[in-house]
């Protein structure tokens, strides 16, 4: 590995650490109708303000040992494993790609796809104001900085957002307008590589349903049906880095 290529790697870790505290912001925030400027960070049980050097991604919840600083208030360890995992996708995303134009797309799915998974495991809600954004955002940069792909990433993007939405209209109890959304906004960023993105998120989601269903109780009633965000995000998150090499390895064998 060139010294630089490592340098640039670090930067994209850091950065994706510095997103990965955004996102976390963006997770709590959105679905309650919050601003996600201000005020500034605070704990959530005594309302005092982060300071600075208790808002260092990860580090700073492992020297406060998890806790708030002022009310010694348990701090969730999702928030550190959010940032940890965003640093981690995010050099991923430098590690494996080679032009702006992939590095641009892969950071801003990751970017897409941690928040809205949280926000649909917490609230069973994907936000418009994630996939609007996030669509004209895959269009414009995917126009700029990688003009000759972008035929194919529309038509990825209308074809998993047709699909999704057909089996909506036959089923719209078991599929929601979101997640057809976001379906059409993985195509947009992925390309062909949706195809994959979009099998391992339907079993992904046929599993979840499955252990849910094994662990209710005989007699109880059917609740809240299992949020499909998280496994699009899965299967989205998997299709970034081995999309086209699963559809290779479908096509020899095939061949």
Known sequence: MQIMTAFEIIIAALFGAVLGSFL?????????????????????????????????????????????RACRGAISPRYPAVEALTAALCAGVVLSRSSAGAITLG???????VPTALIDLDHHLIPNLITGPAAILAIALGGVLD???????????A?????F??????????MGMGDVKLAAVMGLLLGAAVAPALAIALLGGILAGLVVAARREPGERRGVGVPFGPSLALGGLVALFAGHAIIAAYLHLLG
């Open 24 to 68: 976390n912001v963006v997770a709590y925030r959105l679905p309650r109708h919050e601003s996600l400027l201000a005020p500034g960070s605070h704990c959530p049980a005594c309302n005092v303000p982060v300071k600075p050097y208790d808002n260092v991604p990860v580090l700073a919840w492992i020297w406060l040992h998890g806790r708030c």
């Open 107 to 113: 950071v801003l799915t990751v970017l897409v796809l």
């Open 147 to 157: 003009p000759s792909g972008e035929p194919a990433r529309l038509i990825a993007g």
């Open 159 to 163: 074809a998993a957002g047709g699909f």
């Open 165 to 174: 939405g057909l089996a909506a209209l036959v089923s719209p109890r078991g």
